[in-house]
């Protein structure tokens, strides 16, 4: 009996698991030392740092990004300078995103991500956004983000594409890869 449920078992794993690792998806570390993260991309990312506005302060932004079957796969990360609150530019990356795909915002909520520095153990804030809208194209769009904040330094981590093209597996890769120095 528990053959048979261990082979019953198997099978999905491997679909899972095939499906993730398709020659589609060529899944390779990506590492920043700038801004201290490590993250999975399903092929060679290109990286280009410009000038943004964040509610009227100028903070140099560096993006990370990969395409691969329509889907963009992105990290954005820069540096809030004091007096800037970090949370505050995460909301306006937030809103600029959303904006990006004329989107409306379907579910947001908050969760906490274990975090390790310095060999303390802490728990950082999470804030998820999905969204839906049009790209410049005029084609269906569907985001899926994070934002995060550590110390004076935010990241905002970003799928977008299709939305069938956006796989429960594919999205749990991409996003649970994420770790922070």
Known sequence: MIAFILRKLTLPFW???LTA???TFDWREVRNEEFGYL???PARP???TRD???DGAIIRMSMTATEVDKLTFAVGS???PAPNNPQTALESMKTALV????GTIIEESTFT???TINGQKRLLAVLYVHAKGTAIDNQPRTLQARFVAQGNRVYQIVMTGPEEKMTRDVSDIYFSSLQLN
């Not at 904006?99 to 004329?102: K, S």
């Open 52 to 54: 943004i506005n964040l």
């Open 99 to 102: 904006r990006n795909i004329r």
């Open 113 to 115: 991500m274990p975090h």
């Open 46 to 48: 290109t990286t280009v």
């Open 21 to 23: 690792c398709s020659p």
């Open 78 to 80: 820069a540096t809030i």
């Open 39 to 41: 993250i999975m991309m």
């Open 15 to 17: 679909l899972v698991l």
